[in-house]
């Protein structure tokens, strides 16, 4: 994994910090047109300064799949991204056999297994890019601590809870809506 602190001296080109449907078909467009699938976009908020947080998966062919994993912090003039990116994860079907046992176990029937298997976190109708499925849920993360996946999550929330920045960051205007 590697992980990166990158500050961008132009104006985000983010829709919005205040509507996070408006970013997530945003993101969610951007990501099927790469074959990939969102996971998570939410907007947050950390020692009260608004944040993006997102991550996404993109296929790498027969190498498997990347998670990507970022904060943002959108100010006016510019940006901070807190990036997290993984290698190749090779996809043995292992974790989608075991999280399939586990939702079982856990009250999901068969069923619904099957059917919903595979979704837009945000949007069951859009069908485009590479579909979360339900073995990439949050709750499935213990199960499968190597996972790229469990990783960069761990990694992002980790950087979530222990973030901290000088004062100069709170001297800057904060990205307007542009919605």
Not at 13 to 29: A, C, E, G, I, W
Request: with cysteine; glycine share 6%; net charge negative.
């Amino acid at each position: 994994m590697a992980i990166s602190v990158n500050f961008f001296n132009v104006p985000p080109d983010l829709p919005t910090m205040k509507n996070v449907h408006v970013l997530r078909n945003f993101y969610r467009q951007m990501v099927a047109d790469a074959n990939g699938g969102l996971i998570q976009v939410d907007l947050i908020k950390i020692n009260d300064m608004p944040m993006l947080k997102t991550i996404f998966k993109i296929p790498q062919g027969e190498e498997g799949v990347k998670y990507f994993a970022s904060l943002i912090m959108a100010f006016e003039t510019c940006s901070f991204v807190i990036k997290i990116e993984t290698g190749p994860m090779p996809n043995d079907g292992a974790r989608g056999a075991l999280a399939a046992d586990y939702l079982m176990k856990n009250g999901v029937d068969f069923q619904t297994i099957s059917k919903d298997w595979s979704a837009d976190p945000y949007d069951k109708n859009f069908k485009g890019g590479l579909l979360m499925d339900m073995s990439e849920q949050e709750q499935i993360d213990p199960l499968f601590p190597e996972h790229f996946l469990s990783q960069v999550r761990t990694l992002i929330n980790q950087v979530e809870e222990q973030m901290k920045w000088g004062r100069e960051i709170d001297k800057l205007a904060l990205f307007k809506n542009q919605e």
